[in-house]
């Protein structure tokens, strides 16, 4: 409901979130000179019920969730990242930034309940992951794939069925956990440590089982988590990559020259599997499907990683079917053959297109 008060905008702020939520929206959107904006299947909506906002109202929407240290960070970095609740009713991951002079922010709706990896429709091998006594498993994709999703439900799974010490590092915290079998300690960066760097520091001194890493941002941060797996500990982290040939290099990349050799080494030594995702939009548009491609670390993949042949482990994957590896255009081929995906969607998000033409054969 819009407010007008002395010509005065004035917009309930926990109103408009909320209605996120009701409507479905996975991000609601606030910038100036537009209504807010919903983010519902991959698409963005304007909340045209709403007036646009000014440039004084939009601080003064937005300020209203901030307390004097949030605003103090804010005013002097000109970047924010934090998570806000509507006790009882939703929970958000919140970004605010500066556009042409004027403070825009993008919320992230965090669903309440933690997913199974079954109703995340990921591939049932992910299950093996929670496993994993040690080892190192990375979860990559781009923004908005559900990669927190994927991670807190393989979280909940250990949770569950393990008796664990759990340690996240998170920024911001975004699922929450309570304690089953396991214990899960979850520290967010600004309120609970520094940075990934820091806590990652000193987090062998704090009896971990499990770690999770929000991020792999930097090089500090990879070679802590590196060295957290290397150490005897069961690892996950992400990374922003298209798939698990790119993850390798990425990660290697990071690092100077003199020092990349060493980390083919620990890389090859302590990873044990990586998934990486998507989200593409169903064939009737109504909702959005997660497209996977899924490594699992064999001798023949480690050895490409210590002789630097990343570019030789999508054939890896190809022929590791039978341990349940699986290539991002197998996965597309599967859902366009299901009728989940249509066609276009399939060729347009396809690594190698004329790779998925003979996965698919005739049909395609």
Same mark, same amino acid.
């Given at each position: ?176 956990? =309570?304690? +089953?079998?396991?214990? &899960?300690? #979850?520290?967010?960066?600004? *309120? !609970? ?5 820091? /806590? ?69 030594? =302590?990873? +044990?599997?990586?998934? &990486?995702? #998507?989200?593409?939009?169903? *064939? !009737? ?5 997660? /497209? ?73």
């Amino acid at each position: 409901m819009v407010h007008i008060k002395n010509g005065v905008l004035k917009m309930d702020i926990n109103e408009i979130l909320l209605e996120g939520i009701n409507k479905g929206a996975s991000d609601v959107h606030i910038t100036c000179f537009l209504p807010p904006i919903l983010r519902i299947n991959g698409k963005l909506i304007r909340m045209d019920n709403y007036e646009k906002f000014t440039l004084s109202s939009v601080k003064e929407f937005l300020y209203k969730i901030l307390d004097d240290e949030k605003i103090k960070n804010f005013e002097k970095e000109l970047e924010l990242d934090f998570s806000y609740s509507v006790p009882g009713k939703g929970r958000f991951r919140c970004n605010y930034y500066h556009q042409r002079g004027a403070i825009t922010a993008a919320f992230r709706i965090i669903t309440s309940d933690i997913k199974t990896i079954k109703e995340l429709n990921l591939p049932e091998q992910v299950e093996e992951f929670t496993t994993y006594p040690r080892g190192l498993v990375l979860v990559t994709g781009p923004t908005g794939s559900g990669k927190s999703t994927t991670l807190a439900s393989i979280i909940e799974l250990i949770n569950t069925n393990r008796t664990e010490n759990i340690i996240t590092i998170e920024d911001p915290i975004e699922y929450l956990f =309570t304690h +089953k079998k396991s214990i &899960v300690n #979850q520290r967010e960066l600004g *309120s !609970d440590t520094r940075s990934f760097a820091a /806590a990652l520091k000193y987090i062998l001194r704090e009896d971990p089982d499990v770690i999770m890493v929000g991020e792999m941002r930097d090089l500090e941060t990879i070679s802590g988590t590196l060295t957290a797996a290397e150490t005897g500990h069961l690892v996950f982290s992400t990374l922003h990559t298209q798939d698990a040939a790119q993850t390798i290099d990425r990660i290697v990349d990071v690092f100077p020259t003199h020092s990349q050799k060493q980390i083919r080494m620990q890389l090859a030594g =302590t990873l +044990k599997a990586v998934l &990486v995702q #998507q989200l593409l939009p169903t *064939s !009737d548009d109504s909702e959005r499907v997660v /497209a996977t491609e899924l490594m699992f670390v064999n001798s023949a993949i480690k050895n490409m990683i210590r002789e630097m042949k990343t570019h030789q482990i999508y054939s890896a994957i190809q022929s590791g079917g039978k341990r349940g590896m699986i290539t991002m255009d197998m996965s597309l081929a599967k859902l366009y053959q299901l009728g989940k995906i249509t066609k276009e969607t399939a060729y347009e998000k396809a690594h190698n297109r004329e790779e998925i033409k003979r996965v698919m054969g005739d049909s395609f």
